[in-house]
């Protein structure tokens, strides 16, 4: 297991993922009743941009570097970039939030989550970020185990009817992850089928991913969008140019809130030949 993620905290594939999610979280906050988070692939929460792994792939100059000196954004990106912005000093970008920490700020007193991760230090340095945050469970394990030992999740007497599991592997093995993810989703959606389920994934050569993105539509969920940013064509297997996620079961007119976004996105990230992607794979009934 070499994946660290410093080396690409705050690139574009984050910038997508962590609008995503806030926005998710946003809609799940507009009910009062309690929601259950399950991060299975957490990282080690915050990013410092300075450090040598950052500075060595630069890859958050062509990401959220680009995004942070635009004007009047789209409501999703707006929200993203305030929450940014809220663990820096005032016009300073010093820390880049990962997944967990974001949807930690989000959350309100009464939302649980639950962080895997399996690498031990990255796991130490999460727990750290969390030692106060009581509402913040932190987990050194395997995140897909995790889908199975902890859904549907009840803490103590409180059963969590909605929520969100965002999946984010490192894909360092591609062709063993997406078995996996296909195969740990059809589980968990059986097991907790309100929930929404994110899933992340990276966009090399298109074509390679039309057999994953087959089953997943196949999967037993009620809907399925996709959003994808593809920062340059993809003539390359080697490079990451772009991303994207499935959202089964996404909230109610996420596909709204997204699209105004990906075109902005497009315009500040992308290179020559930059495209997007929002998509209904199966529609809600
Ligand atoms: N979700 C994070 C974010 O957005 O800030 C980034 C996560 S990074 C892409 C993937 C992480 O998964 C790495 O920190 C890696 O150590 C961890 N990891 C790899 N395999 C895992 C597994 N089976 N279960 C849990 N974590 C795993």
Not at 85 to 106: E, F, T
Request: hydrophobic letters at 45%.
């Amino acid at each position: 297991m070499n994946y660290r993620h410093a080396f690409h905290a705050g690139n574009h594939a984050d910038v997508l993922k962590h609008i995503v999610l806030l926005a998710i979280i946003e809609a799940l906050k507009l009910k009062d009743s309690p929601f259950f988070v399950l991060d299975t692939h957490a990282g080690r929460g915050n990013y410092l941009l300075a450090s040598g792994e950052s500075r060595k792939t630069a890859e958050a100059e062509q990401g959220i570097f680009r995004l942070m000196g635009e004007a009047s954004m789209p409501d999703v990106i707006e929200h993203y970039l305030r929450a940014v912005q809220a663990g820096n000093p005032v016009g300073a970008l010093v820390a880049y939030p990962g997944s967990p920490l974001l949807a930690a700020q989000s959350m309100r007193a009464q939302d649980r989550l639950a962080a895997c991760e399996l690498q031990p230090d990255e796991a130490q340095a999460l727990k750290s970020l969390f030692a106060h945050d009581s509402r913040v469970a932190v987990h050194a394990r395997d995140g897909y185990s995790a889908m199975k030992a902890m859904l549907p999740p009840r803490i103590g007497d409180t059963r969590y009817g909605r929520g969100l599991v965002l999946i984010d592997p490192p894909y360092e093995a591609q062709d063993a992850e997406y078995p996996q993810i296909i195969s740990h989703l059809r589980e968990a959606l059986g097991r907790w089928p309100n929930a929404c389920y994110a899933v992340w994934y990276p966009i090399k050569l298109r074509r390679s991913l039309q057999p994953f993105l087959r089953k997943a539509a196949a999967l037993p969920a009620k809907s399925l969008l996709l959003a994808e940013l593809q920062v340059r064509p993809d003539d390359s297997p080697l490079r990451l140019n772009g991303s994207g996620m499935l959202m089964f079961n996404p909230p109610w007119q996420l596909d709204k809130a997204l699209a105004p976004a990906l075109p902005v996105l497009k315009k500040a990230l992308g290179e020559a030949g930059a495209t997007t992607r929002l998509e209904w794979l199966s529609l809600p009934e």
